[in-house]
C-alpha cells in the first residue's frame, strides 16, 4: 500500500531564519508530486507541483522553493522565514488526475 | 484559468437535518471535480470525486452530481451527525494534465445537538 510522510510534524522558526520541509511517498512509482499551502481555517492554495524527478513547476511562490531530488522525494524550503509563512503545510500526490492524496501535514509558526 | 466557487462559508445545523452546499466551477477543460472533507487539525481527506456528467457519486452518505450544463457539483446529505462538523473544499482539476488541483473558499459546517 502507498503511503505519504511529511516531516517534521510542527516547527516554531524565527523570522529570518531556514527552513526546510520534507516529503517521501512510499508504493508508487513516478507519481505527480504537490505542495499545499493553508491559512489557519482557510483554503488550499498550491504552491508547487512536479510531475517527474528534477522538475517542479512554481504556481505561487510566496518566496519559497521546491525541489525533488528523487522520485518519491519532494522538498520545500526557503532561506529566510517571513512571519506570513505561518500556516499548515501539505504534500500530496496523485497519479494522474483521477486521485489526489494528502500527507499528515507540518504546521509552522514563524515568531 | 480554473477557477472554484463555494458560496456558504459557515453553516451551522442541528443533527438530523439536511444540507446542500454549493460549489460551481469554471474551466474551459473537460473537469474532473472532488469534494475533500478536513477535520480540525487533521489533513484533507478526498469525499466525492466524479467527471461524469449527470450521475450521481455517494459515499458515506454524502452525494453530489456532476451537472456540466450548469457548471455545478452540489454536495448534499439528507441528515448531518454530530461527526460531520469539519471543513468541506470543492476542488477542480482538468482531465488528463494532474497538474493543478484547485480549491474552492471551503465551507465550514457545524452540527450541534
Known amino acids: 500500500a502507498q503511503t505519504i510522510h511529511q516531516w517534521p510534524v510542527a516547527e516554531i522558526k524565527a523570522v529570518g531564519s531556514p527552513l526546510s520541509l520534507g516529503c517521501t511517498i512510499k508504493?508508487?512509482?513516478?507519481?505527480?508530486l504537490y505542495w499545499y499551502w493553508q491559512a489557519t481555517g482557510g483554503t488550499l492554495q498550491q504552491l508547487f507541483y512536479?510531475?517527474?524527478?528534477?522538475?517542479v513547476e512554481s504556481v505561487v511562490q510566496l518566496n519559497l522553493s521546491a525541489s525533488r531530488p528523487k522520485d518519491d522525494q519532494f522538498i520545500l524550503s526557503t532561506e529566510k522565514l517571513l512571519l506570513s509563512h505561518s500556516g499548515f503545510y501539505l504534500c500530496?500526490?496523485?497519479?494522474?488526475?483521477?486521485?489526489?492524496?494528502f500527507g499528515s501535514g507540518t504546521r509552522l509558526l514563524v515568531i | 484559468g480554473d477557477s472554484v466557487t463555494q458560496t456558504e462559508g459557515l453553516v451551522t445545523l442541528t443533527k438530523g437535518l439536511p444540507v446542500m452546499l454549493n460549489c460551481t466551477y469554471q474551466?474551459?477543460?473537460?473537469?474532473?471535480l472532488f469534494w475533500y472533507v478536513q477535520h480540525l487539525n487533521e489533513a484533507p481527506k478526498l469525499l466525492l470525486k466524479?467527471?461524469?456528467?449527470?450521475k450521481r457519486t455517494e459515499h458515506q452518505g454524502f452525494y453530489a452530481t456532476l451537472h456540466k450544463s450548469s457548471s455545478s457539483f452540489h454536495l448534499q446529505k439528507s441528515s448531518v451527525q454530530l461527526s460531520d462538523s469539519a471543513l468541506y473544499f470543492c476542488a477542480l482539476t482538468e482531465q488528463g494534465t494532474g497538474s493543478k488541483l484547485s480549491f474552492g473558499k471551503g465551507a465550514k459546517l457545524t452540527v450541534s445537538p
Open positions: 474551466t474551459t477543460y473537460s473537469p474532473f
Open positions: 500530496a500526490w496523485s497519479l494522474g488526475d483521477s486521485d489526489y492524496t
Open positions: 512536479s510531475i517527474t524527478v528534477g522538475q
Open positions: 466524479s467527471s461524469t456528467d449527470n
Open positions: 508504493g508508487k512509482s513516478s507519481p505527480n
